[in-house]
């Protein structure tokens, strides 16, 4: 019972501390993307993927959330046998803002957090000569990842924004490197 009282009485010290800050926040759906994607995941092959993301506002003036949904497949196959390695992943990033003499740039650096649904697969079909068997292989798995990345918003006419951003995700034994190129529709004024 201390304990709570204790982390509840932290709490509301350090959000009042932060209240000016607080007080700039606009969050809310601002507006929504659509990304093309070159992933370069751990032990795996250069992979194109896609993803979808959504703006949700500023927490103060220069940094915003974002929420995003991203999936990538690659498959592999040799004398037979066919390997399979998929990743479907959710999650939530900050992006802190740099102001630049250009207004219609918006240079940013960001950090994130996300969940991962790794799929792998192998399948190797038995051979004529009998010396190998045949054999499936299927194993999944869901992983926290830590995102960090930055890259470049540039406004083309204040409803549409293009969009490039490289992310590096620290995932278990599935790290990616990602480069991604997209569209960002603006839904409310900014």
Do not use: C
């Not at 007080?23 to 507006?31: C, E, I, M, V």
């Not at 959710?90 to 649904?117: E, T």
């Not at 480069?179 to 900014?190: C, S």
């Amino acid at each position: 019972m201390r304990r709570t009282t204790a982390w509840i009485a932290f709490l509301l010290i350090a959000g009042s501390a932060t209240s000016p800050a607080w007080s700039q926040a606009r969050l809310g759906f601002r507006g929504a993307g659509l990304e093309l994607d070159v992933v370069g995941p751990e032990n795996v092959d250069t992979a194109l993927g896609f993803g979808a993301f959504a703006d949700l506002g500023t927490v103060t003036r220069n940094v915003r959330l974002e929420s995003y949904m991203g999936y990538w497949s690659k498959s592999e196959e040799a004398f037979g046998a066919r390997t399979t390695a998929s990743d479907l992943s959710f999650g939530a990033r900050s992006k802190y803002m740099f102001r630049v003499a250009n207004p219609r740039l918006l240079p940013f650096a960001g950090a994130g957090l996300g969940v991962h649904f790794i799929e792998v697969s192998a399948t190797v079909p038995e051979q004529s000569l009998g010396v190998i068997s045949g054999f499936e292989f299927n194993d999944s798995a869901t992983k926290i990842g830590l995102d960090f990345g930055g890259g470049l918003l540039y406004n083309l006419n204040g409803r549409a924004s293009l969009m490039s951003e490289v992310w590096y995700s620290l995932v278990d034994q599935a790290n990616q490197l990602s480069l991604e190129v997209g569209v960002l529709w603006h839904f409310a004024l900014r």
